[in-house]
């Protein structure tokens, strides 16, 4: 199984400024997601990051948002750009490593409350 | 499409009771189900997983799920619950990409809440 830090694990954010959430791995990984989870709501995928290419975007999510970075098989970073209140999520960090077919790994969420 | 809809938004139940979280989900072709379950304020953890054989499968806590591939469904159950299964519980579907990875497709939720 594969152990999952993010950071920063909550933050409070001022409207239109922009926030870095780091996902740390304890191995390396080919795919990395990042989730979206929404006051109250279920996890919604944001993108897929794959280590050497351009992250994938799901429907409504864009890289100006949400840029990604993906420089080695164990780190990934996501950027919430121009923040609104409306961005005041639990962003989650997940991996699938590969031993089992399905299952994913998640980290504990970074919490981002926008004022 | 794939899809996962689950039934309850909140079951609420009383300690040592049992309990069943409903699932159906739709997909034109095979999938890989999931339940995971999120303590406050916490990540993301697997109850259990149905990938194939037997169509009951255990999982962690005494939790257990029945694939039924007639109804579409994969529904969750214990039969005696304690106060510490207190968490929201997500049912998830898998699509497998040719890329062999795989993405998880979440259902709504559904919060238990276990009272003494």
């Known amino acids: 199984s594969a152990v999952i830090s993010q950071k920063p694990s909550r933050d409070i954010c001022q409207r239109g400024t922009s926030l870095t959430i780091q996902c740390q791995v304890d191995?390396?990984?080919?795919?990395m997601f990042w989730y979206r989870q929404q006051p109250g709501q279920s996890l919604t995928l944001i993108a897929t990051a794959n280590q050497g290419s351009e992250a994938t975007y799901e429907s409504g999510f864009v890289i100006d948002k949400f840029p990604i970075s993906r420089p080695n098989l164990t780190f990934s970073t996501l950027t919430v750009s121009n923040m609104s209140p409306e961005d005041s999520s639990i962003y989650l960090c997940?991996?699938?490593?590969?031993?089992?077919?399905?299952?994913?790994?998640f980290g504990e969420g970074s919490r981002l409350t926008v004022l | 499409a794939q899809s996962v809809t689950q039934l309850d938004s909140q079951v609420p139940v009383f300690e040592e009771a049992p309990v069943e979280l409903r699932c159906n989900y739709s997909s034109s072709v095979s999938v890989y189900l999931f339940w995971y379950v999120q303590y406050p304020n916490q990540g993301l953890q697997l109850l259990l997983k149905?990938?194939?054989?037997?169509?009951l499968v255990k999982g962690i806590n005494g939790f257990e799920a029945e694939f039924n591939k007639s109804q579409t469904s994969f529904h969750l159950r214990k039969p005696s619950v304690h106060i510490s299964d207190t968490a929201e519980y997500f049912c998830?579907?898998?699509?497998?990409?040719?890329?062999?990875?795989?993405?998880?497709?979440f259902g709504a939720g559904t919060r238990l809440a276990v009272h003494p």
């Open positions: 997940s991996v699938d490593d590969g031993e089992v077919a399905g299952e994913l790994f």
């Open positions: 998830a579907v898998s699509l497998r990409f040719s890329g062999g990875y795989n993405k998880l497709i």
């Open positions: 191995s390396q990984v080919t795919m």
């Open positions: 149905y990938l194939s054989g037997s169509t």
